[in-house]
């Protein structure tokens, strides 16, 4: 894995705009070079302190469009880790530059970071520890072009998944979302999957340990340059979510405690 350092000051004295907490922003990247730089573009660089990009093995030059953006940390993987591989390593390093919130966006500017402010207000004062970017809410993605069977797929799976684990939120499936410091000290996100099923094994987790989280309308995008998983990588992901939906019930019930809720 190699890493790329850029000197580069962020001005320190926003910190207390958000009640004093560094706000860290992660890039999980793959094949990004043609949207990365308008994504970065819109961070909201007044209240974020430090930006991650991991590179994923990408196949185009994604590591190198970032540091010439002047992103201050660049990972790249030597080989494809996954997307929850991906994840494992921003999150790690986000820890490791002392964080005390961080917020996952895709770089393919599928969401938007306009949002960065209501997202990370809400656990910079301690509303929620966790807060997701709902694209349910305000029917935000079938406006933005999702497909119809991916938009019934997550309705039924979040159905399936707010039943068995006594949850009442509009989406699991957002690639959107931002986490306090703390809820990583209760959960462990190495024992998750390196797949896709990665980002719903960790909201499982955060449900298991009694977190509550809380969500903000957010539109999104589906266009040619968007990240997006084929039909049956989404089959796979689905039969996922569904395994993880059960563990969790399980493990709620004393029954079996699968190593993702130990």
């Not at 933005?144 to 699991?172: A, C, D, H, W």
């Amino acid at each position: 894995m190699l890493e790329i350092h850029l000197q580069f000051t962020y001005p320190h004295y926003f910190y207390a705009v958000l009640n004093g907490k560094k706000i860290a922003v992660v890039l999980p990247a793959y094949n990004a070079a043609g949207t990365v730089a308008k994504t970065y573009s819109e961070i909201p660089m007044e209240i974020v302190d430090v930006v991650i990009l991991v590179d994923d093995a990408s196949k185009d030059n994604t590591s190198q469009v970032a540091q010439d953006l002047g992103i201050a940390h660049v990972i790249r993987h030597e080989s494809n880790k996954g997307y929850g591989g991906n994840q494992k390593s921003c999150y790690t390093k986000a820890l490791e530059l002392g964080s005390d919130i961080i917020i996952m966006l895709h770089p393919d500017y599928q969401y938007t970071p306009k949002l960065i402010h209501a997202i990370a207000g809400v656990i910079a004062y301690e509303v929620y520890p966790v807060v997701l970017g709902s694209r349910i809410l305000g029917k935000g993605a079938l406006k933005g072009g999702m497909p119809m069977y991916k938009y019934v797929s997550n309705r039924v799976l979040t159905l399936f998944q707010n039943i068995l684990m006594n949850q009442k939120l509009s989406e699991y499936h957002t690639g959107y979302r931002a986490f306090s410091k703390e809820v990583f000290d209760k959960i462990n996100i190495h024992q998750n999957s390196d797949d896709f099923v990665f980002d719903n094994q960790m909201l499982a987790q955060i449900c298991f340990q009694n977190f509550e989280i809380g969500e903000v309308t957010c539109p999104t995008k589906y266009f040619e340059e968007a990240s997006s998983i084929n039909f049956s990588r989404s089959v796979t992901y689905g039969i996922g979510v569904l395994k993880t939906a059960i563990l969790f019930r399980l493990a709620k019930w004393k029954l079996y405690t699968n190593k993702i809720f130990k």
